[in-house]
């Protein structure tokens, strides 16, 4: 199970940073993503980091950015968004795929799950 936390309503411009804590298993074994989903639109790759060795991919539309962290210490991934735009308002979900690092760094909603509760993230202009 994860659990996500950290969102909020920021201004444009503004940052935040989610945290995806796991609980009762480690994340060297996953490949751990974040998507999230906006009303009215399908779910949409953001980042996703390997559990075991830290490789990092992000979508287009947030690379320079978003950064994706991992501390296995904690067991728990952060996403730190920076320069937050009205486009990035949706609800952010946390979900682990245990797919070859090719096929899940391709970000797609297919190769991930299950699906949390998520956390909100608003940006107003």
């Known amino acids: 199970q994860v659990v996500e936390s950290g969102g909020g309503s920021v201004q444009a411009g503004g940052s935040l940073r989610l945290s995806c804590a796991a609980s009762?298993?480690?994340?060297?074994?996953?490949?751990i993503g974040w998507f999230r989903q906006a009303p009215g639109k399908e779910p949409e790759g953001v980042s996703c980091?390997?559990?075991?060795?830290?490789?990092?991919a992000y979508a287009d539309s947030v690379k320079d950015r978003f950064a994706i962290s991992i501390d296995n210490t904690k067991k728990t991934v952060y996403l730190q968004m920076n320069n937050l735009k009205p486009d990035d308002t949706a609800v952010y979900y946390c979900?682990?795929?245990?797919?070859?690092?090719?096929?899940?760094?391709?970000?797609?909603?297919?190769?991930?799950?299950?699906w949390g509760q998520g956390t909100q993230v608003t940006v107003s202009s």
């Open positions: 980091v390997d559990g075991y060795d830290g490789d990092a």
């Open positions: 979900e682990t795929s245990t797919r070859p690092w090719r096929l899940a760094s391709t970000l797609s909603p297919a190769n991930f799950g299950p």
């Open positions: 009762g298993f480690s994340f060297k074994d996953y490949t």
